[in-house]
């Protein structure tokens, strides 16, 4: 398989913290990859970093991939969903490379956007205002915008925190079509259950990366014993890392 | 008293009442939807911050003219207003200070140098007129400037409608894909300090943010959809204005205050008797059964 995205002693720092520390490897194209530790591991942070939102502190990451390419889904913290939108108009959203912030919306743009609320389960609720939806359906409905998109490469945030057990299936069904489709995803995940039962990729992270490959050799017992260890490890006041902390190229 | 002398006549016989009309009525179409979004970007007290970071660029624009002219002052207040939204913001992503503490900061700062600087050279008349503008007093060259600043924010509103409304509900999205939202940002951003100067000479630098915040909390509080809301907003700042001004002409009270009075009563029956108000929560209707 070929790489896709190719990280180089990728070391990014958050509010001027170092977060995620020298990590190597690739992610080959068409792979399913879960980015799975514990709390304040730097999982969303380098997931930011592979996507371009945030710079890397030293190191590179490496793609011919433009940003209109990936797909993405926001942690749903990261979201107001209050805001006064309708479910149409947040899947609308996906269209974005075609219509732009001025373009007009073509009719067939709009049908596709029905299509993929259908596919998430949401038939016939476009009108409806985000407010009034369930944790799980608003996930349905980022998943939708994520199906009109419809993009190669697709990263997702903690897609399935805080929602309930069947929109969690459905959900991963899709995941899973995207995977047999030949699409790249990438998704921080906490829950290791999950990661174990339908991502064939992990890469385990304790800000360091503790392994990386094939889910199963990745989430060894051993492996997760030292990722807790370096979790408990973790001091916050720490500034740079000492020169000797870092691994020989 | 007929119908007619309650609510035409006081702008039928004097001009200085249709003036003051007619810039209510483009300060409310212009400022209402955005007060929404500044609501909506929970930014509401960054108006507030604004509106007083007009004063000193207002202030020495007055100092310069040496006269309460209107250009001097308004293209002060332009600058001072967005160099404070820009450097509290700033001010907020370096350092440890949320950004409501480094608005705090910063307006308490230009307010207390506004009045400073405006009692250097004028009377305490100027400087009641600097902090509780004069609606009354508006002529033709104040009232085209608040219909061109109307007309632009309008303009602009609606051309950059989508990216505003990507970059509120989910800026993470809408950098992802490339969509620039800082650029709507600052020209948001642009478009509160214009707001602001247009009603500076008419409500003064302490309640030119009112005709925003309250009809926006109206509008918040009848309806779920943006383009509605904007529209309740935008209405509910225009009647205000009118019924500010015939309360205040008959009632013999100060015309600027008053407008903001009614705002505000308009603002407390819609928390009564708004759906999502009050009324509805201490008597509630049967639901429906099954």
Redesign the interface.
């Known amino acids: 398989m070929t790489p896709l995205i190719r990280l180089e002693n990728l070391t990014v720092a958050y509010n001027r913290h170092p977060a995620v520390h020298h990590v190597s490897g690739a992610f080959a194209s068409g792979s399913l990859t879960a980015i799975a530790g514990p709390n304040g591991a730097g999982k969303s942070t380098l997931l930011k970093a592979i996507?371009g939102?945030l710079r890397p502190a030293e190191g590179r990451v490496e793609h011919r991939l433009?940003?209109?390419e990936?797909g993405?889904l926001?942690q749903a913290a990261?979201?107001?969903r209050r805001?006064?939108?309708?479910v149409i108009?947040?899947v609308m959203?996906g269209a974005?490379?075609k219509?732009g912030?001025?373009g007009r919306i073509a009719p067939a743009e709009m049908k596709r956007a029905g299509e993929a609320l259908s596919a998430v389960g949401l038939e016939g609720f476009g009108r409806r205002?985000v407010?009034?939806l369930s944790a799980g359906q608003f996930q349905r409905v980022l998943f939708a915008?994520l199906l009109l998109?419809d993009a190669g490469t697709i990263l997702l945030d903690e897609p399935f925190t805080a929602i309930d057990a069947r929109t969690t299936r459905d959900l991963i069904d899709i995941v899973t079509r995207w995977h047999g489709e030949g699409r790249t995803v990438i998704a921080v995940l906490h829950d290791f259950e999950l990661v174990r039962a339908h991502f064939p990729q992990t890469l385990l992270l304790a800000r360091e990366l503790v392994g990386w490959g094939a889910t199963a050799d990745v989430m060894s017992s051993v492996n997760l014993l030292k990722a807790r260890a370096m979790a408990e490890r973790w001091d916050e006041d720490a500034n740079a890392c000492a020169p000797e902390e870092a691994p020989a190229a | 008293m007929t119908a007619y002398d309650l609510f035409l006549a006081p702008f039928a016989d004097y001009g200085f009442m249709r003036r003051a009309l007619v810039a209510c009525l483009c300060l409310g179409l212009g400022s209402g939807p955005i007060g929404v979004f500044l609501m909506?970007r929970r930014m509401s007290l960054m108006g507030d911050a604004m509106s007083h970071a007009v004063l000193p660029g207002a202030a020495i624009g007055y100092l310069v003219a040496g006269s309460l002219s209107l250009t001097a002052m308004g293209l002060g207040g332009l600058i001072a207003g967005l160099s404070v939204a820009l450097l509290s913001g700033a001010v907020s992503r370096m350092t440890v200070l949320q950004e409501d503490a480094s608005f705090a900061s910063f307006y308490l700062a230009s307010l207390a140098l506004g009045v400073l600087i405006v009692s250097l050279r004028g009377s305490n008349i100027d400087l009641l007129h600097v902090l509780f503008g004069t609606i009354l007093a508006i002529d033709a060259p104040a009232l085209y400037l608040i219909g061109a600043i109307t007309s632009l924010t309008l303009v602009i509103l609606a051309?950059?409608y989508?990216?505003l409304?990507?970059e509120?509900?989910?800026p993470?999205?809408?950098?992802?894909?490339?969509?620039?939202g800082p650029v709507y940002h600052v020209l948001f951003l642009l478009l509160v300090v214009l707001n602001l100067v247009a009603s500076f000479q008419a409500l003064g630098t302490l309640m030119a943010v009112g005709l925003m915040m309250l009809p926006a909390a109206v509008a918040q509080l009848w309806?779920?959809?943006?383009p509605v809301?904007m529209a309740i907003s935008a209405a509910s700042a225009a009647a205000s204005g009118y019924l500010g001004l015939i309360a205040s002409y008959h009632l013999e009270l100060a015309s600027g205050p008053t407008i903001i009075m009614t705002a505000a009563i308009l603002y407390g029956l819609s928390i009564l008797f708004a759906p999502s108000g009050l009324a509805r929560r201490f008597f509630p209707r049967p639901h429906l059964k099954g």
Do not use: N
């Open positions: 996507m939102e433009g940003r209109a990936f993405y926001p990261e979201i107001d805001f006064p939108i309708s108009d947040t959203l974005w490379k219509t912030a001025f205002h407010g009034s915008r998109q | 909506l051309f950059v989508r990216p409304v990507a509120c509900f989910d993470g999205f809408l950098r992802a894909v490339g969509g620039r309806s779920r959809s943006l809301m």
